[in-house]
Protein backbone atom coordinates (compact mmCIF):
# COMPACT_ATOMS: atom_id res chain seq x y z
CA UNK A 1 0.00 0.00 0.00
CA UNK A 2 1.46 3.50 -0.99
CA UNK A 3 0.56 6.19 1.80
CA UNK A 4 -0.23 9.80 0.57
CA UNK A 5 -0.20 13.00 2.38
CA UNK A 6 -3.83 12.30 4.07
CA UNK A 7 -2.79 8.71 4.73
CA UNK A 8 0.19 10.34 6.49
CA UNK A 9 -1.81 12.85 8.78
CA UNK A 10 -5.02 10.57 9.59
CA UNK A 11 -1.58 8.25 10.74
CA UNK A 12 -0.28 11.03 13.14
CA UNK A 13 -3.34 12.24 14.46
CA UNK A 14 -4.20 8.26 15.17
CA UNK A 15 -1.15 8.24 16.99
CA UNK A 16 -1.88 11.01 18.96
CA UNK A 17 -5.86 10.20 19.90
CA UNK A 18 -6.81 6.51 18.89
CA UNK A 19 -9.62 7.17 20.36
CA UNK A 20 -10.99 10.30 18.36
CA UNK A 21 -13.90 10.35 16.77
CA UNK A 22 -14.22 9.65 12.88
CA UNK A 23 -15.85 13.34 12.47
CA UNK A 24 -13.40 15.14 14.24
CA UNK A 25 -10.70 13.42 12.80
CA UNK A 26 -11.99 13.76 8.94
CA UNK A 27 -12.25 18.02 10.08
CA UNK A 28 -8.40 17.80 11.06
CA UNK A 29 -7.00 15.90 8.03
CA UNK A 30 -9.20 17.78 5.54
CA UNK A 31 -12.10 15.00 4.41
CA UNK A 32 -15.49 14.44 4.93
CA UNK A 33 -16.18 11.66 7.18
CA UNK A 34 -17.11 8.88 4.65
CA UNK A 35 -14.07 8.80 2.58
CA UNK A 36 -11.97 9.70 6.00
CA UNK A 37 -13.40 6.46 7.65
CA UNK A 38 -13.07 4.74 4.36
CA UNK A 39 -9.28 5.74 4.27
CA UNK A 40 -9.00 4.48 7.97
CA UNK A 41 -10.30 1.12 7.24
CA UNK A 42 -8.09 0.58 4.22
CA UNK A 43 -5.37 1.33 6.64
CA UNK A 44 -6.48 -1.22 9.15
CA UNK A 45 -7.34 -3.73 5.77
CA UNK A 46 -3.93 -3.34 4.94
CA UNK A 47 -1.90 -3.81 8.32
CA UNK A 48 -0.58 -0.24 8.73
CA UNK A 49 -3.03 0.14 12.03
CA UNK A 50 -2.28 -3.01 13.43
CA UNK A 51 -4.60 -2.32 16.85
CA UNK A 52 -5.84 -0.03 18.90
CA UNK A 53 -4.56 0.50 22.89
CA UNK A 54 -4.76 2.17 26.02
CA UNK A 55 -1.14 3.25 27.28
CA UNK A 56 -0.78 2.80 30.92
CA UNK A 57 1.11 4.62 33.67
CA UNK A 58 3.13 1.99 34.46
CA UNK A 59 3.71 3.45 38.05
CA UNK A 60 0.23 3.56 38.63
CA UNK A 61 -0.05 -0.08 37.80
CA UNK A 62 2.93 -1.02 39.96
CA UNK A 63 5.28 -1.99 37.31
CA UNK A 64 7.39 1.44 36.81
CA UNK A 65 10.43 0.52 37.39
CA UNK A 66 12.71 -0.70 33.86
CA UNK A 67 15.74 -2.68 33.42
CA UNK A 68 17.82 -3.22 30.12
CA UNK A 69 18.94 -6.74 30.42
CA UNK A 70 22.37 -7.60 27.61
CA UNK A 71 21.55 -11.25 27.65
CA UNK A 72 24.38 -13.63 25.62
CA UNK A 73 23.38 -16.79 24.77
CA UNK A 74 25.35 -20.52 24.53
CA UNK A 75 25.17 -20.59 20.74
CA UNK A 76 23.93 -18.89 18.04
CA UNK A 77 22.34 -22.38 16.54
CA UNK A 78 18.67 -22.40 15.91
CA UNK A 79 17.43 -24.59 18.77
CA UNK A 80 19.25 -22.39 21.54
CA UNK A 81 17.99 -19.23 19.80
CA UNK A 82 14.42 -21.20 19.25
CA UNK A 83 14.13 -22.23 23.22
CA UNK A 84 15.59 -18.53 24.31
CA UNK A 85 12.69 -17.09 22.22
CA UNK A 86 9.88 -19.13 23.59
CA UNK A 87 10.34 -18.78 26.74
CA UNK A 88 10.85 -14.91 26.54
CA UNK A 89 7.70 -14.86 25.06
CA UNK A 90 5.35 -16.54 27.98
CA UNK A 91 7.15 -13.71 30.59
CA UNK A 92 4.81 -10.50 30.66
CA UNK A 93 7.96 -8.46 32.50
CA UNK A 94 9.57 -8.91 29.48
CA UNK A 95 8.31 -5.64 27.28
CA UNK A 96 10.84 -5.56 24.01
CA UNK A 97 13.05 -8.39 23.08
CA UNK A 98 15.40 -7.23 20.17
CA UNK A 99 17.96 -9.26 18.19
CA UNK A 100 21.18 -8.04 18.50
CA UNK A 101 24.14 -7.66 16.06
CA UNK A 102 27.23 -6.31 18.36
CA UNK A 103 28.17 -7.46 22.01
CA UNK A 104 25.10 -9.14 23.32
CA UNK A 105 22.99 -11.79 21.61
CA UNK A 106 19.54 -10.38 22.55
CA UNK A 107 18.12 -7.02 24.80
CA UNK A 108 15.19 -6.94 27.08
CA UNK A 109 13.09 -4.16 28.22
CA UNK A 110 11.97 -5.70 31.36
CA UNK A 111 9.54 -3.88 34.12
CA UNK A 112 9.25 -4.81 37.32
CA UNK A 113 7.75 -2.99 40.41
CA UNK A 114 11.24 -2.67 42.11
CA UNK A 115 14.64 -3.77 42.24
CA UNK A 116 13.94 -6.55 44.51
CA UNK A 117 11.13 -7.29 41.86
CA UNK A 118 13.81 -7.31 39.27
CA UNK A 119 16.17 -9.58 41.06
CA UNK A 120 13.45 -12.29 42.01
CA UNK A 121 12.06 -12.16 38.02
CA UNK A 122 16.17 -12.56 37.10
CA UNK A 123 16.88 -15.59 39.60
CA UNK A 124 13.43 -17.03 39.20
CA UNK A 125 12.53 -16.78 35.61
CA UNK A 126 15.57 -15.43 33.23
CA UNK A 127 18.52 -17.17 34.62
CA UNK A 128 16.45 -20.63 34.59
CA UNK A 129 16.17 -20.06 30.55
CA UNK A 130 18.71 -22.69 29.83
CA UNK A 131 20.23 -21.20 26.80
CA UNK A 132 21.51 -18.32 28.53
CA UNK A 133 25.39 -17.82 29.03
CA UNK A 134 25.20 -14.71 30.89
CA UNK A 135 23.41 -11.83 31.68
CA UNK A 136 24.23 -8.31 32.61
CA UNK A 137 21.57 -5.91 33.83
CA UNK A 138 21.44 -2.35 32.65
CA UNK A 139 19.34 0.29 35.00
CA UNK A 140 18.43 3.27 33.80
CA UNK A 141 18.59 6.62 36.01
CA UNK A 142 16.23 8.76 34.68
CA UNK A 143 13.81 8.49 31.59
CA UNK A 144 14.29 11.32 28.92
CA UNK A 145 12.19 10.41 26.29
CA UNK A 146 9.31 7.60 25.90
CA UNK A 147 7.23 7.46 22.80
CA UNK A 148 5.11 5.31 20.51
CA UNK A 149 4.45 7.88 17.72
CA UNK A 150 6.62 7.00 14.92
CA UNK A 151 8.30 10.08 12.84
CA UNK A 152 6.04 10.09 9.90
Not at 4 to 17: F, H, K, M, S, W
Not at 37 to 49: Q, T
Not at 96 to 112: K, N
Request: with cysteine; hydrophobic share 45%.
Amino acid sequence: MVLDDIDLRILAVLQQDGRIQNNELAKRVGLSPSPCLRRVRLLEDAGVIERYVALLDASKVNVGFTVFARVWLKGQDETTVGEFVSEIKRMPEVMECHLMAGDCDFLLRVVVADLEAYRRFQVESLSRIKAIQNIKSEIPMQKIKLSWQLPL
